[in-house]
């Protein structure tokens, strides 16, 4: 009986593949594990898919592009076949909504982390395909990865929780008022992460919420905690990892423990807390732990991050960070083979530091500017007549094809990288999962997003 492919037709646009032999080798080998497989049913779909059109470009273009992509297809084609059944948005709700089920009956932490690991390598499939496919904007892209993120991090919080409690060390009924903070910061914070991004945490407590038992003391207790969510999340093990995961943006990072009391968080804010990292807080959100207690420390944090005067000393040292950044990194001439479209010139941060940078000039007095996505800060200094229109709209343009290409150049390897490839052969494959017919198109129209950038940024900075 013939297996149904209800979905396969969205993935009829999706790139060709770039590299042919790799395409027929990465088929030959799919073919040999249909031969190969022990369940009739799973055998007769491998082979089905293979033989029908749509699938034949959803395979050749997996296997002709991504040497990453290939490795998940070929490690779980099971569920490449369910992919092709559901699609990707029934797909994509299927593993987010089956992790807290599953993880909640297992006893082990190593256990939990397996079970992360395969949903990671599922979603992230899932995702390359509606992003290649068109099926889904970049901000549903970027939600689904964030929404992914938090996802993992609310469950091994929890789970390490709920441990503490089995342990006797909190009460049973303290876990979901743990005085635990967990802020997502950065792209986490915003729901924009990109393809292979780390996640940027911030790991506080309130010990006055926690009716701690334990011996060791409530510091050490909380320290053990982030320690071990960051194991959780980022260490490589067979299955492969969840996500990169990193605490330096958290007061002090090099003389401060993992996790931070919040009166001596507050304190470190109030008396030494820099523009930049009121730049950081914009984006801020809780992702796990106790939610109350970490609404509760945002609105303290209010009035460092939203002033209703800036004085001209902050302008300039808000000014001075991209500078910093120019002269550390990426600072150099727009080009393309080489060019980091992330720190380079006319790239990512430029458009997001200057967003950013006017949101903490003028957000003290306009709480409609204090969004935490780029594109919406954009959005809302146009509507306050802030910036032009036609500029907010240069700038939404470029941001969404050099987020589109970053994501592009990540799923490749998994690679956390943000420069465009040297060599010819990568660079045509990143083209062509751009969807431009040669190198040379592509050069092209990145150049011309890249100086769209550069002129809008040093016009409206100078201006501001």
Same mark, same amino acid.
């Given at each position: ?55 034949? /470009? ?19 084609? @099971? ?9 990707? %948005? ?26 992360? /690991? ?8 899932? $995702?390359?395909?509606? %992003? ?22 609310? $469950? ?37 992460? &990109? ?66 009391? +919040? ?10 807390? !820099? &523009? ?8 801020? /959100? ?22 209703? &005067? ?10 001075? $960070?991209? /500078? !910093? ?15 980091? $479209? ?36 954009? &959005?809302?200094?146009? +509507? ?28 490749? @390897? ?23 017919? %040669? ?9 011309? !997003? ?15």
């Amino acid at each position: 009986m013939p297996v149904p492919f209800s979905s396969l037709s969205v993935f009829v646009t999706l790139p060709p593949p770039a590299d042919e032999s790799a395409a027929a080798v990465g088929l030959a080998r799919w073919r040999e594990a249909a031969h190969d497989a022990t369940h009739p049913t799973c055998a007769e779909a491998m082979r089905t898919l293979a033989e029908d059109k749509a699938g034949t /470009r959803l395979l050749s273009s997996v296997f002709g592009n991504s040497p990453y992509l290939t490795q998940i297809c070929l490690k779980e084609p @099971d569920f490449v076949i369910r992919l092709a059944q559901q699609g990707v %948005d029934a797909t994509f709700a299927e593993i987010r909504g089956g992790l807290n089920h599953e993880v909640a009956s297992l006893p082990s932490r190593a256990a939990v982390m397996a079970t992360l /690991r395969v949903a990671k390598r599922r979603a992230a499939l899932t $995702i390359a395909l509606a %992003d290649l496919a068109g099926r889904w904007e970049l901000g549903r892209i970027t939600g689904a990865l964030s929404e992914f993120a938090e996802c993992a991090l609310d $469950i091994v919080v929890r789970h390490l929780l709920m441990s503490a409690a089995v342990s006797g060390e909190i009460a049973s009924d303290a876990v979901e008022q743990s005085g635990l903070i967990v802020l997502g910061m950065g792209k986490l914070g915003a729901y924009e992460l &990109n393809y292979s991004s780390d996640i940027d945490l911030i790991v506080l407590f309130d010990g006055e919420r926690t009716a701690y038992r334990g011996t060791r003391g409530v510091q050490a207790f909380f320290t053990q905690i982030a320690q071990e969510l960051v194991r959780m999340m980022a260490e490589r093990t067979a299955d492969g990892y969840v996500f990169r995961t990193d605490l330096r943006l958290r007061p002090d990072p090099g003389s401060t423990p993992p996790a931070v009391a +919040t009166r001596a968080a507050l304190t470190y804010y109030e008396s030494a807390g !820099q &523009n930049w990292e009121r730049a950081a807080f914009i984006k801020a /959100r809780p992702v796990a732990g106790d939610r109350d207690a970490s609404r509760g420390f945002l609105e303290e944090l209010r009035p460092f991050l939203w002033r209703k &005067n800036l004085d001209f000393a902050a302008i300039e040292d808000i000014h001075s $960070i991209k /500078r !910093q950044i120019n002269a550390h990194r990426g600072g150099g001439r727009i080009a393309v083979a080489g060019h980091d $479209i992330k720190l380079g010139r006319g790239g990512i941060r430029e458009i997001e530091f200057f967003a950013q940078t006017q949101q903490l000039i003028w957000g003290g007095r306009k709480p409609e500017l204090r969004g935490a996505g780029t594109i919406e800060a954009l &959005n809302a200094l146009a +509507t306050a007549g802030l910036i032009a229109e036609d500029a907010r709209d240069a700038l939404t343009v470029a941001y969404e094809f050099l987020r589109k290409l970053e994501h592009r150049l990540q799923m490749i @390897d998994d690679a956390q990288t943000h420069s465009i490839p040297q060599d010819p052969p990568t660079l045509r494959r990143v083209a062509t999962l751009m969807g431009f017919a %040669d190198a040379a198109r592509f050069a092209e129209a990145l150049t011309a !997003q890249l100086s769209a950038v550069e002129t809008i940024y040093a016009r409206l900075f100078e201006e501001a």
